[in-house]
């Protein structure tokens, strides 16, 4: 079986990108891939597998290939409305803006884009992108659904897609061994890693961590990651006091990365609102048996118990990520051991190619079989002269003879 | 207790399965219980026709017969363990191996067309189903368990049955190496027979028969009656080559377990397998109950020769599984289907 690959590639700061660098060979062990290139011929395959997640420049060219062939979809996160508009308004096509408000929405979301268009709202994939997902264009074309959390697994079925779907987790990078980073130092040492914006909290990690400092005056806290334009971090920093206990780094290459997450008593990766992605960064923390912290929304919330400490987002967020980051400073060791055993068991690389293979197989194959079986359990039954043939069709659904 | 024993049936083959199911349904009857076998022909291609022949087991109705309640199922094999009953006992002597550990071997039969790949994922859906509704599952050897763990992560207990029923008796050995088997590719016969091809001392009696047979004696051919094909024989005759063999062979590819050693140990014979025979080296120990040689004609030629020269050993390692053999009894079996 040929299955047509189509995902950003590894030269892209993209976390699908890496994604796509970890599963890509142990997924070429088992099936015949072709990996599709933008601005090149959609190559012959039996079933195409499209990553998709919400820059429009990452993935614009993957959704137009997407509907030129449908197949089966990788959803990494369920808020699309960036890449939506992205590849609607930014190509000079607002109808096709309004055409995917208007699925999610109805009219009123018809309306509501048109108030957008004519600078009447907010940008809404600025402001408030996670109340109009805008998921629907693609999901009413997928063959199949692959996500990695039920969180989008269960938004995707709110959203109507009645059709395949797996849910398969994040695959975790298989590190025997990384060497921690010795230039950054702190007793502890707290990271945060990817971009820094509001969404991952960081305002409220500063305010916590300035009061967790008052009690461990060593501690530092590690910001590795590009900032949003309208985020600005330095005053926040010294508004706070926190300067000298704050060590601020860019955009890291893969390898010192994971150098540095190495280094780091706990880690830290909060997220409100969610877009129901899945964190590359949470699952490196895993695979390198780390104490972490996160919030207890979307996918993060699906992280069990032992594994991460969940910080609810409420009044109550500031003091209770304090707290947890006492407790996983003090901690650490287990909830590392647990989060290394947990990703062994659930993200191991090999049981997530399984997975696809399975899946993909099924998304190739399926239909045909079922038509197949389905026929002559009808022809059977129109010959034994039982009307209501698709009562057999659900008990063979039922038993799992069709998928 | 009323019991129905479910086992697929191929028309015109019988081999292990068939006789484990009619014994089990036997020692049921013997322990005071009303037993029933219920079987269907199994017709398992071309292509999606494994998924429709195992279907007809999902529309049958166990739940009672003849307006009394039937108490317990137990299914030994795929398909038979689709049907539907609230107190199903899977016992599982082998799954649909084709879309499991022989795919993608000579012995598959799901090519890497589209339909093939999404066929051998039905029937990898449909054991979860009709495995994860049984009350118990049991597997007849760690081999199938292995499988039934590795490929649907369902857990089996071990429960291995007893050979069927012979006058078992021993006799001073004549020498010959017996093998009794199906005679299919999957059965491996065509090793022993190079065996002899390399040993001129090694002779053989092959019991069965099966598609392979015209392939096995043309490569026999020319070995001047070192190998003699009985065919199918009755149990007299059976329990008779038994007694007077020097030593029984049973080497199939990973088999999931075999009767064949079993019934061999009974006669206080050992047995000749190959490391990568599968169920069977759960009780044959090399030079203990038994002699385990990789799978090459030349070892296996050595390894009879061996035996023909120490048949004190022999016997030995003959009656040292006999005490294995002893232990497996269908009082423990029935216990633990209708416990």
Known sequence: MKVAYYSPVAASRSGIADYSALL??????????????????????????????????????????????????????????????????????????????????????????????????????????????????????????????????????????????????????????????????????????????????????????????????????????????RFDLT?????????????????????????????CDVLVNLRFPTMGETSGS??????????????????????????????????????????????????????????????????????VADAYVAALEVAAGGDRVNEEVLWRIAEAAAEAGIDDAGALAREAVASGIVA | MRVAVCAPQVPFVRGGAELMADELVAALRTRGHEAELVTMPFKWYPGARVLDQAFLWRLVDLTEADGRQIDRVVATKFPAYCVRHPHKVAWVLHQFRQAYDYDRTELGQFSESAVDRATRRAVERLDAVALGEARRVFATSRNVAERLLRYNGIEAELLPHPPQSLPYRTSEQEGFVLSVNRLDRAKRIDLLIEAAQHEPSVRIVIVGDGPDRARLQELARGLNGQVEFAGRIGDEQLADLYARCLAVYYAPIDEDFGMVPYEAFLAEKPVLTTTDAGG????????????????????????????????????????????????????????ALLS
Not at chain 1, 43 to 53: C, F, N, R, S, T
Not at chain 1, 298 to 315: I, K, M, N, Y
């Open chain 1, 282 to 351: 949470v699952i490196r923390g895993l695979s390198l048996g780390k104490a972490l912290v996160v919030s207890d929304v979307g996918w993060f919330a699906e992280l069990r118990d032992g594994v991460a400490l969940r910080v609810p987002v409420d009044e109550y967020e500031v003091p209770v990520l304090e707290a947890a980051l006492g407790f996983a400073c003090e901690h650490a060791a287990a909830l590392g051991a647990a989060a290394r055993a947990y990703v062994e068991r659930e993200h191991a690389l090999p049981r």
């Open chain 1, 235 to 263: 005053r926040r920093l010294e508004r706070l006091g926190v300067g000298d206990g704050v060590v601020r780094l860019d955009y890291l290459p893969e390898e010192r990365m994971w150098s540095l997450m190495a280094a």
């Open chain 1, 24 to 229: 890509l060979p142990a997924l070429r062990e088992r099936v015949d891939i072709v990996v599709a290139e933008p601005r090149r011929r959609a190559p012959e395959a039996d079933v195409a597998l499209y990553h998709i997640g919400n820059d429009p420049d990452a993935h614009g060219w993957i959704v137009d290939a997407f509907r030129r062939r449908p197949g089966v979809v990788v959803l990494h996160e369920f808020v699309l409305h960036h890449l939506i508009s992205g590849i609607t308004l930014g190509r000079g096509d607002p109808r096709g803006y309004l055409d995917a408000m208007e699925r999610e929405l109805g009219v009123p979301g018809r309306l509501i884009g048109l108030g957008v268009l004519d600078n009447l709202l907010p940008l809404l994939w600025e402001t408030q992108p996670e109340r109009f997902p805008l998921a629907g264009t693609i999901l009413d074309r997928a063959q199949g659904l692959i996500v990695h959390s039920r969180y989008v697994a269960d938004r995707a079925r709110a959203a109507g897609y009645g059709g395949r779907l797996w849910r398969i987790p994040h695959p975790a990078w298989q590190m025997d061994r990384v060497e921690p980073a010795t230039e950054v130092a702190g007793d502890p040492l707290i990271g945060c890693f990817g971009h820094l914006n509001m969404n991952k909290r960081i305002p409220e990690l500063l305010e916590a961590f300035a009061a967790f400092r008052r009690s461990r005056p060593r501690a530092r806290l590690l910001l590795a990651g590009g900032t949003g334009e």
């Open chain 2, 280 to 335: 069977p080296l759960e009780v044959v120990f090399d030079r203990q109950t038994g002699v385990v040689v990789a799978p090459e004609a030349a070892e296996l030629g050595r390894a009879v020769a061996y035996l023909r020269e120490h048949v004190d050993e022999a016997s030995a390692w003959g009656r040292a599984g006999r005490a294995i053999a002893e232990r497996v009894t269908w009082d423990a079996c029935v216990d």
